[in-house]
């Protein structure tokens, strides 16, 4: 662990708080101008007024002058497909020709293109290309990211992709947050017997990763041509019994009813939800679910992006992720996400912030540990190029993180 004392920042964004925020109060980014902060044994100790005296003897830290910068909480990237084998390169051809997502997977494509794939990968080669994908988001300021299993749809791939996030999250300064997603689609092996497939799941792979202590979570797609509410419901049930925190992916294609199921249940995050119903809007502001947006997959799929505005202003806590994945979303992109989320979902810059800080850590059931630059809190940071966080959906396209501190040290 390290001690660090970032001073005379022209901003410190703090977004300050320990649980997600919702509504208005997104737009409360607790900003102080030319402020200090100091990291004690990788630890927030002390944020900072200007003029307050320094309350530790400086000889004892690194010191880093922020003058004219603006420091932010590390962002967290809370929906993630890092580790998969192969790329989908032609079905993205196919889709700019006019093919959907789903007629794309009728033809075997999809998931199960990226299945065979990562099925065949050795666990060292997923590694190594999971690894080059985290040394990119931490050189766009993310610090901390969940990975999601479901390319494996068997027990050995799902388990050796879990395992590869262990290993990861060992080896790199990116903190990982492991999902178990057995249920991302129904494997071909199973096809016209999902009712059994998840009876599996339930039975065997929910078991053997909640022992083995291989995911904190568990997420299952419950979409048309995919699972069920029903079934949807049985999995997430059986997860939340063994100790795994439930997630969904939530009508994505179609309002099946995924946000009032995920309301329901008390998962931790509904994410995609770009047709959810005004009812299933109503679900997750009455909750404590967080509504997980994914503007990188609607703009790569050519789809309407998900009702921020709506569900800001109704109440929901609404975070942002990048979506990571071979198929809908290539890309970690965080200044297209920020361009994204403010010019076509009509985020604010500070919801938006919000958003990808502290929320989406809510998401990830860490708010109370990281997401914001509050006093107790790990000492994950960035500094940007510019003198106010507003740069990052302004300045269009263009990565204006400067440094990046982990556990209170420079790591980029």
């Known amino acids: ?67 004219g910068k603006a420091l932010l909480p590390g962002f967290v990237d809370p929906h993630t497909h890092f580790v998969f084998g192969g790329y989908r390169e032609e079905e993205f051809a196919w889709r700019m020709r006019g093919d959907s997502y789903m007629e794309i997977m009728e033809r075997g494509g999809g998931i199960v293109n990226t299945t065979r794939a990562t099925r065949t990968a050795t666990e060292e080669e997923l590694v190594d290309s999971a690894r080059k994908r985290l040394d ?57 017997r999902e009712d059994a497939f998840i009876d599996f799941q339930i039975a065997e792979m929910l078991p053997l990763v909640a022992g083995q202590r291989l995911a904190e979570a568990a997420d299952i797609f419950c979409e048309k041509g995919v699972f069920t509410i029903d079934q949807s419901q049985r999995y997430l049930q059986a997860a939340a019994s063994l100790g795994l925190k439930p997630k969904m992916h939530a009508d994505e294609i ?20 770009l047709q959810a119903s005004d009812e299933g809007i109503s679900a997750l502001a009455a909750s404590d679910t967080v509504a997980t947006l994914l503007p990188l997959t609607a703009f790569s799929l050519r789809e309407p992006y ?15 992720a990048t979506d ?4 809908s979303s290539f890309t970690a992109s965080v200044p297209l996400l920020f361009a994204l989320a403010c010019i076509y979902m009509q985020l604010t810059p500070e919801e938006a912030v919000t958003a990808f800080t502290l929320n989406s850590a809510a998401a990830l059931g860490r708010a109370d540990r990281i997401g914001s630059i509050d006093p107790g809190k790990q000492g994950d940071l960035l500094l940007l190029q510019f003198p106010s966080y507003k740069f990052l959906p302004y ?18």
């Open 254 to 273: 179609i309002p099946l009813g995924g946000a009032e199921l995920a309301a329901e249940l008390h998962c931790l995050s509904a994410d995609h939800l």
């Open 395 to 412: 300045h269009v396209g263009m990565n204006i993180v400067e440094r990046v501190i982990k556990k209170g040290e420079v790591v980029v």
């Open 136 to 192: 990119a988001m931490l050189r766009l300021g993310i610090t901390t990211v969940e990975g999601k299993s479901g390319y494996g749809l068997d027990r050995e791939t799902e388990l050796k992709q879990l395992r590869v996030m262990h290993q990861l999250n060992d080896l790199h300064p990116i903190d990982i947050v492991s999902t178990y997603m057995g249920a991302h689609a129904v494997p071909e092996e199973w096809k016209g």
């Open 1 to 67: 662990m390290h001690n660090l004392i970032i001073k005379n920042a022209a901003q410190v964004v703090t977004c300050s708080g320990f649980e997600g925020k919702r509504g208005r109060e997104m737009n409360n980014l607790g900003v102080i101008e030319n402020g200090t902060v100091i990291v004690t044994g990788g630890i927030i100790s002390h944020v900072m007024q200007q003029g307050e005296p320094l309350p530790v003897n400086e000889a004892d830290y690194k010191v880093i002058d922020a003058t």
């Open 324 to 327: 990571l994945n071979p198929g």
């Open 306 to 320: 998900a009702r921020a505005r709506t569900m800001i202003d109704a109440g929901c806590i609404v975070a942002l």
